[in-house]
């Protein structure tokens, strides 16, 4: 598996990330920021396949369901 997909979801407070494995399971996680949910998203990826015995993935895409939007003031 070179790549996964996480479904990016704003939330009331938080981006909430998800990815279903094919195979059953898979990985939830959630950050206050777009910086802190991709750390957060690094190191749930990293433990979950390592718990599997499998190489992680080279590539993590996000499909942010809702858009993302900048607050500039």
Not at 19 to 28: C, F, L, R, T
Not at 43 to 64: C, E, M, N, Q, S
Request: charged share 25%; glycine share 8%; hydrophobic share 45%.
């Amino acid at each position: 598996m070179n790549e996964i997909v996480f479904k990016v979801e704003q939330e009331e407070d938080c981006l909430v990330a998800t990815w279903d494995d094919p195979k059953g399971g898979g990985i939830a996680t959630q950050g206050e920021s777009v910086p802190e949910l991709i750390a957060m998203i690094r190191d749930a990826a990293a433990g979950y396949f390592r718990a599997a015995g499998i190489p992680t993935p080279k590539r993590v895409r996000l499909h942010f369901v809702n858009d993302p939007e900048l607050v500039l003031a």
